[in-house]
């Protein structure tokens, strides 16, 4: 009995003494050299001056895979289960679940790669053909296997190209 009133004393000991300190939010820092991370940065990898260490993020590719659907919002994302990598920023849902596609890149402002293997950069550029490459900006790449550059150019036929100011 006196061992469970010393713990039950003991536990609201430290409960009154933690709840009157201040908590603040800590940095995380990675390396080698015992530097002291960058306080601005929530995350900090510092691989010094090695030219053969860097950073490695790993998973499994799997079928099928869902991706968190966040929404609007900036974020550097890579979802091992589709092998898909966003960075940038996105008004809308260009990043759920229903537009990434496997094995995937996107990168820029609201930029859409929902076909598999395909890549989206630039601002407002869609790659939605499988192996489909779309850059610039308001271009789309809807064809399997097209390439879409420039400003507002749209490649919708398989194997198609289309570069330039509004070409089809």
Do not use: E
């Amino acid at each position: 009995m006196k061992t469970k009133q010393f713990f039950t004393t003991l536990l609201i000991f430290a409960f009154v003494i933690l709840s009157l300190s201040n908590g603040y939010a800590q940095s995380v820092g990675i390396n080698s050299t015992g530097a002291i991370s960058n306080p601005t940065a929530m995350l900090h990898v510092d691989v010094g001056t090695s030219s053969t260490k860097g950073l490695l993020v790993t998973g499994t590719a799997t079928y099928p895979a869902y991706v968190p659907n966040l929404g609007a919002g900036s974020r550097l994302m890579f979802y091992p289960g589709k092998s898909a990598f966003r960075a940038g920023i996105v008004y809308g849902t260009q990043w759920d679940d229903a537009n990434v596609g496997y094995y995937s890149s996107a990168m820029g402002s609201n930029t859409t790669a929902s076909g598999s293997s395909c890549t989206a950069m630039g601002s407002n550029t869609t790659a939605g053909g499988s192996s489909s490459t779309a850059m610039g900006i308001g271009t789309n790449a809807s064809g399997d296997y097209s390439t879409a550059m420039g400003n507002s150019t749209i490649a919708n036929g398989i194997l198609s190209t289309a570069m330039g100011n509004n070409t089809t």
